[in-house]
């Protein structure tokens, strides 16, 4: 071979080898989203793969688990001006007009009302009240639609429908009223079956209940009434509240330690079979199927207690993604939002996920028993929605107050006054 021939194969193998060890260019993020949910990781994965192969744009999800790491990331993102495109904010309403009042958070007003409100029409209206600011709000934040759910949650009674047919009751009409409810925790325990099993060991469980048992008594003016100082907890009403707790524990209805039992536990012992009742959320249609896969059981609205006002159940949207009103790619992250809460991709994450669906239009695709719970979603309420809220030593007194009651170590007169008590000392530090 000649030194010309030689030299020109040298070239080309060197230029060869150039190429070789040269990676090729990573494709470039067009929209970054970071997220504390670990069971939805690879359904996010995912649907960013699908929004890529429909639209070219490429979407990363970045998770931060658990959520207080989460948090602690985004507040130092905050401080650092390095939110990414997408993010979720955990915490009250009052963080969340933290967050908006410093300039963070993007007002999806606009987006949500283009074409008469197309976008904002296929959410549960109690669903966007969550992200939803009225003008006049206690925050002077600017009135507007700040975060965009993607799924939603309430909190109801679940009822064993195999320990029902056992105590010869109908498993396909759980009990509607209190007394009912009383009644058919009786038949159950001449059965041999225990009554109610929840974790209220978790005291927001017990003023959960405690504020739907009240809405019901009293409706939702006096119940605020309260929070404002104008109603007193000696109030006839809010002893027949605390009184229900005294009824369930005289007539063997609650669970042996439910005030000391965790939400996990109480789940735990539900999916065994072991009572015929539990009061949690629809995020417990995840936990079951883990749990118990065969497990038989319908969803109870709360029972009622009076004709005179609606049961109101707390529930709304259980996740939500916001906008970095500071991305460059603002525009892109909007059209995102509106491709995963719309029907398919929503159904999709219902059914890979068991959660219920922030999209009303979504429910014809879920499970029999997240339907269950979808149904009532236009009966929820929450504190993040209310007009007023209860200072936090005068909740805790209340919530202690019941554990007490149904300890029998108090009676329900005396945690009322008490709690009264506590909020007129509450009151004097205004």
Known sequence: ??????????????????????????????????????????????????????????????????????????????????????????????????????????????????????????????????????????????????????????IQMLYNKDLFKKAGLDPEKPPQTFEEFLAAAAKLKTAGIQGLVSGWAEVWMIDCLASNFAFNIMGEKKVMNTFRGEVPYTDPDWIRVFSLFKEMADNGVLAGGIISMNNKDAEQNFANQRYAFTFNGSWCVNVYQGMNPNLNYGVMFVPRVSERHPMLIWGGAGSSFMVNANSENKDKAVAFLKWLTDTEQQAYLAQATNNLPANKLSVANISPILSQFAESMENTTHPNIWSAHEKSPVVEAYTVGIQQIILGTRTPEQVAREVQEVKIREMAKD
């Open 1 to 154: 071979m000649s030194k010309a021939r030689l030299f020109s194969l040298l070239i080309v193998s060197l230029i060869m080898g150039v190429i070789g060890c040269t990676r090729a260019p990573k494709a470039k993020t067009d929209v970054v989203i970071w997220h504390w949910m670990t069971d939805r990781k690879k359904a996010f994965n995912e649907l960013a793969k699908k929004y890529e192969d429909q639209t070219g744009l490429r979407v990363e999800f970045k998770l931060f688990a658990p959520s207080d790491i989460y948090s602690q990331k985004v507040r130092a993102a905050t401080q650092a001006g390095t939110l990414p495109d997408i993010f979720g904010i955990l915490g009250e309403k009052r963080d969340f007009a933290i967050f908006i009042k410093a300039g963070h958070v993007l007002n999806l007003k606009a987006a949500m009302r283009a074409k008469d409100s197309q976008w904002k029409n296929k959410f549960f209206s109690k669903a966007l009240i969550v992200n939803e600011f009225k003008r006049g709000n206690e925050f002077d934040v600017p009135s507007g639609i700040y975060g965009v759910p993607i799924d939603v949650s309430n």
